[in-house]
């Protein structure tokens, strides 16, 4: 039996922790997202449009996942989810998926087929590697695709889409990563002590779409990503220190 020193609960998730990085980088972010039909779906949804994200969600029909992330004396988080992950369609009509075709940059965590080609329409389309399947049957052309080299869930080195990605990168934390076209890249320095890992892979995903999305090129984006990263790492949570537009 091992008693945690601190518990706490918060709305969490790739495209959570990316949405509110988003915000924090830009000032507005719209999330397409699944919720259950449950109250810890509804203090979601708050403490979300609290951290200045505008939710858009379709109803799930269902109570909402959960996840429990234990975090050890070094910051590392090992994460353990209960039940299937929620997905918004892209034909759920209640959803303003028109809204995509005037935005900068897409950042694709999960979705159906439909949500991919209406996150297409926007000027920049990124994704995680964790959605391979999906994409796959979409059949759409990426301008990055993301991945972590240490988990076997997002490794890139047997990617096969067509079309191809224009950029894949793939991170390795403290070690930097690498981008195919393009070669290594740096980690960014960590501005303080290490607090906790968990959202670093989200926080560097979320600065690469915005800094593809901005126009940046494409080694000034993942630095931006890279700074992301590093930043959450020294917060407690995802959300307790992220970088925002007051910090570029």
């Known amino acids: 039996i091992v008693t945690a020193i601190d518990v706490w609960e918060e709305p969490a998730g790739g495209g959570a922790v990316a949405a509110v990085q988003l915000a924090n980088l830009n ?7 699944s919720l259950g039909d449950d109250e810890i779906a509804e203090r979601s949804r708050e403490q979300l449009t609290a951290m200045g994200v505008t939710v858009h969600a379709g109803a799930a029909g269902r109570p909402q996942r ?5 975090v050890d004396e070094n910051g590392e988080r090992t994460i353990t ?9 892209g034909e759920d009509a209640a959803l303003p998926w028109e809204q995509l075709a005037r935005c900068d940059a897409v ?9 991919v080609r209406a996150a297409r329409r926007a000027r920049v389309f990124t ?9 796959h049957r979409a059949g759409e052309e990426l301008d990055a695709l993301v991945g972590s080299a240490d988990d076997v869930g997002e490794r890139l080195d047997a990617v096969e889409l067509d079309p191809p990605p224009k950029f894949l990168v793939s991170t390795s934390g403290a070690l930097g990563g690498w981008v195919r076209p393009g070669g290594p890249f740096r980690a960014a320095p960590i501005p303080g002590p290490v607090e906790d890992a968990y959202g670093c892979g989200d926080c560097f995903a979320a600065g ?10 494409v080694d000034e984006a993942l630095a931006l990503g890279a700074r992301c990263g590093a930043t959450v790492l020294t917060g407690r949570g995802p959300y307790g220190r992220q970088l925002t537009a007051a910090d570029l």
């Open 127 to 135: 994704a995680t590697s964790r959605e391979l399947d999906t994409l």
């Open 27 to 33: 000032g507005q972010v719209d999330f397409f997202t």
């Open 66 to 70: 959960r996840a429990f992330t234990f």
């Open 107 to 115: 950042y694709f965590t999960g979705g159906d087929v439909a949500a």
């Open 208 to 217: 690469l779409a915005y800094g593809l999305g901005a126009g940046l090129p």
């Open 81 to 89: 989810v209960l039940g299937p992950k929620l997905r918004p369609s």
